[in-house]
């Protein structure tokens, strides 16, 4: 990304100086969910634009809630794999490591040391009770059925087929950009309604990381540590919070549209080349999702 040092500097000062203004001047609470990285550096973000398709597809958003120490979690990483396999780009997967199964362990030799939990997939966890149903599990859309959305892995190819099926009621478009210097991430985010809707809607962008070789336990294999898995849709962060920001509010008509910036510092250890930008719009009442979308950071 080509800018210029002195405009870059111009520009951090200018919103450095508004937000000490605003803070004088202001006896307002701001409660989550909020835009991490608000007020965004427009040099470090240019701001993007967006084509809209011509062409509208249904994705479905699937999250796998599953710990490094849990023996019989990789089976539901394997029907999201199939998921995957079947229906391509339309499933969109997220893997949250919660609990029990997901802390640091010393055994063997230290091995499951790593610490894949997130503040966002705890307070997911808190509010689902995906950990205390017993891992693994996950949910399809957070679809309710049989009056929990969570749902035994067994069950995510019969709710995904119907899901998918159904025909899309709005469109995501994300255009991300990394700036390596301060190694941020930044993500524009387009929603688009394809039909008239009723209720709040919000969008939650969140970042994952693909092809994480680290432990596992898997029960079908003897001895059962394996030393090089590969974690795949592991989330890692959110750009706009745990349960995101309205994006859409009754009455919704068809062809409304709205555009939302984020930026996020990276964490060091993160594989820049395997990072993902996930987005998806859920119904405020129903926590139902209607739409999901993904693409790489860079």
Request: aromatic share 10%.
């Amino acid at each position: 990304m080509i800018r210029t040092g002195i405009l870059k500097n111009i520009t951090y000062y200018i919103l450095l100086i508004t937000s000490y203004i605003f803070t004088l001047t202001s006896c307002d609470i701001i409660e989550a969910p909020y835009t991490e990285g608000t007020p965004i550096d427009t040099v470090l973000c240019p701001p993007q634009d967006f084509v809209s398709n011509t062409t509208h597809i249904r994705k479905v958003l699937v999250e796998d809630y599953t710990g490094h120490t849990c023996g019989n979690c990789p089976r539901a990483a394997e029907t999201a794999a199939t998921l995957i396999g079947t229906y391509g780009e339309q499933a969109v997967v997220i893997a949250v490591h919660v609990g029990f199964f997901a802390e640091p362990k010393n055994y063997p030799d230290s091995s499951y040391s790593a610490d894949y939990r997130t503040t966002v997939g705890d307070e997911l966890n808190n509010f689902f009770g995906n950990d205390a149903a017993g891992l693994p599990n996950g949910m399809v859309n957070r679809k309710v059925v049989s009056s929990s959305p969570i749902l035994s892995y067994n069950s995510w190819t019969s709710v995904f087929a119907s899901e998918v099926a159904l025909a899309p009621v709005a469109d995501i478009y994300i255009k991300p950009q990394y700036d390596v210097d301060a190694h941020t991430a930044c993500a524009d985010v387009k929603v688009e309604f394809l039909s008239d809707l009723s209720g709040e809607y919000k969008l939650c962008v969140f970042l994952t990381e693909d092809s994480i070789v680290d432990w596992q336990k898997d029960y079908s294999l003897n001895p059962a540590d394996i030393p090089d898995y590969v974690h795949r849709h592991l989330l890692r962060a959110s750009f706009n919070g745990t349960w995101g920001e309205t994006i859409g509010t009754a009455p919704i008509t068809t062809g409304s549209s709205d555009i939302k910036r984020y930026s996020l510092a990276l964490n060091s250890g993160w594989n820049v080349a395997k990072l993902k930008v996930v987005a998806f719009v859920y119904n405020t009442s129903s926590n139902e999702v209607i739409q999901a979308e993904e693409t790489k950071l860079q």
